[in-house]
């Protein structure tokens, strides 16, 4: 089956071709390279195109007789969401809009996509489950919950079948070391710690400091970003099978959730203890700007993954550690 990969050069999306591969798939990716990167698409072709070009998408679907998309094009960044919301809806809404245009054109009727736990804003409890209220408080979870309430109406038209995967923190590196992280503009926390330990920056920053937590720091749930991978193909494999569309926790099952623990300036935070032994890490906690934390989320960012957990065999979990491991032979 020939599946189109939107954004397939980025992190998660090179990884899920990779993994379609694996599951006997024939990946095709469309991406700008605005931020992903040509040497990423290793497992089938890649036409570099915006989405916005609706014509190179229709003939891309039909050329490559494309029978599913699984859809991560976009912007991601939830602080510059905040800064350049126009962006944001542009490239994010109207991309879709083109991509499900371009669809419809070319009879292509099954869509996994990407989206995120932003789109529920401030939690009423935790764990997040899907029945609970989407209420963004960013432009980025804004323009992702746009997009589900277009694939929502499509599906209630008949137009196509959806799966929606929300999900925070996505973490790791392939175990076969041939893909990693590589943002130009780095904001996650394991690059950013083990750049650190690299000598790479003088110290990881670790902002926030009044979070409801016993050292004031965030707790943040992470997904192996294999495991990713690994649901997306679930969801497209759920809709093969004829099951209906709807939206998914796709969060961590047996990957812990790591605090970020602080009590001297030069602890290490958990996700990083591994590297403790030869790679002390300084660390500098500050306090954050309301503005700046209402662009973040919530400081229990817990969420549950409730059909997905059922559908990831327990061997093909990922050990954060042994990924971690692979990532700091890749930077290094």
Same mark, same amino acid.
């Given at each position: 089956m020939n599946v189109l990969v939107t954004g397939g050069a980025g992190y998660i999306g090179s990884h899920t071709a990779k993994a379609l591969v694996s599951s006997h798939y024939r990946p095709i990716v469309i991406d700008d390279l605005s931020t992903g990167h040509a040497h990423n698409v290793k497992w089938g072709p890649l036409v570099r195109a915006s989405l916005?070009?609706?014509?190179?998408?229709?003939?891309?679907?039909?050329?490559?007789?494309?029978?599913?998309?699984?859809?991560?094009?976009?912007?991601?960044?939830?602080?510059?969401?905040?800064?350049?919301?126009?962006?944001?809806?542009?490239?994010?809404?109207?991309?879709?809009?083109?991509?499900?245009?371009?669809?419809?054109?070319?009879?292509?009727?099954d869509i996994v996509f990407s989206s995120t736990c932003a789109t529920y804003g401030l939690p009423l409890s935790v764990p997040i489950t899907e029945d609970q209220p989407r209420n963004p408080i960013n432009p980025y979870g804004d323009s992702k919950l746009v997009i589900e309430r277009m694939l929502e109406w499509m599906g209630l038209?008949?137009?196509?079948?959806?799966?929606?995967?929300?999900?925070?923190?996505?973490?790791?590196?392939?175990?076969?070391?041939?893909?990693?992280?590589? $943002?130009?503009?780095?904001?996650? #926390?394991?690059? &950013? =710690?083990?750049?650190? !330990?690299?000598?790479? %920056?003088?110290?990881?920053?670790?902002?926030?400091?009044?979070?409801?937590?016993?050292?004031?720091?965030?707790?943040?749930?992470?997904?192996?970003?294999?495991?990713?991978?690994?649901?997306?193909?679930?969801a497209l494999q759920y809709l093969h099978r004829g099951g209906e569309s709807r939206a998914i926790q796709a969060c961590r099952h047996r990957l812990p959730r790591f605090p970020l623990k602080n009590t001297t300036n030069e602890k290490l935070c958990a996700p990083t203890a591994k590297l403790s032994s030869t790679c002390p890490i300084l660390f500098e906690v500050t306090s954050a700007h309301l503005s700046l934390r209402l662009a973040d989320e919530s400081a229990?960012?817990?969420?549950?993954?409730?059909?997905?957990?059922? $559908?990831?065999?327990?061997?093909? #979990?990922?050990? &954060? =550690?042994?990924?971690? !491991?692979?990532?700091? %032979?890749?930077?290094?």
């Open positions: 916005s070009d609706i014509a190179v998408v229709r003939r891309v679907l039909k050329e490559h007789k494309i029978e599913a998309v699984v859809h991560f094009a976009g912007s991601a960044l939830v602080a510059d969401s905040v800064a350049r919301p126009l962006s944001y809806f542009q490239n994010n809404v109207g991309g879709t809009l083109s991509l499900l245009e371009a669809m419809l054109d070319a009879g292509v009727k038209a008949r137009q196509l079948r959806w799966v929606a995967l929300r999900y925070f923190n996505a973490a790791g590196a392939d175990l076969d070391g041939e893909l990693g992280e590589e $943002h130009q503009h780095e904001t996650h #926390l394991i690059p &950013l =710690a083990i750049g650190a !330990a690299l000598k790479q %920056r003088e110290r990881l920053q670790i902002f926030g400091t009044d979070y409801p937590t016993p050292d004031g720091t965030a707790i943040r749930d992470y997904i192996h970003v294999t495991d990713l991978a690994s649901a997306h193909i679930c229990h960012a817990n969420t549950i993954h409730s059909a997905v957990r059922r $559908h990831l065999p327990d061997d093909e #979990l990922a050990d &954060l =550690a042994s990924a971690l !491991a692979r990532f700091i %032979r890749i930077e290094h």
